[in-house]
């Protein structure tokens, strides 16, 4: 699947989870797709970003996916009357959120050892 990421959601990637900004966005895309397979519903997007133009990407990537996966989130763009880029960079926000609430330390401030 085609992939396309802001500024804000690369920055994110990168405080929280290291540089590999396509292993970040895969791991958001999991964990994500893992609770719509268990039957929770997702954070609903905000419907005020439906109406913003598109924003410049600061990355756009191919990301390899399992078959199942990209399948729930195809089903999930559809019901939420969004694109799959759409959805991707929702989830990586979501994700990054959970990370913050949980108090997980970020990647870049963690001790090298």
Do not use: N, W
């Amino acid at each position: 699947m085609r992939v396309a990421l802001g500024k804000f959601a690369c920055s994110g990637i990168e405080t929280q989870l290291g540089d590999d900004i396509a292993a970040g966005t895969r791991t958001a895309l999991f964990h994500y797709a893992r609770k719509l397979k268990a039957g929770r519903r997702p954070i609903v997007p905000p419907r005020f970003l439906a109406d913003q133009r598109p924003q410049e990407p600061q990355a756009a990537f191919d990301l390899t996916v399992d078959p199942e996966t990209e399948a729930v989130l195809e089903q999930e763009a559809l019901r939420q009357r969004m694109t799959l880029s759409q959805l991707v960079a929702h989830t990586v926000m979501v994700y990054l959120a959970e990370l913050e609430f949980l108090g997980v330390a970020p990647r870049a401030s963690a001790p090298q050892g």
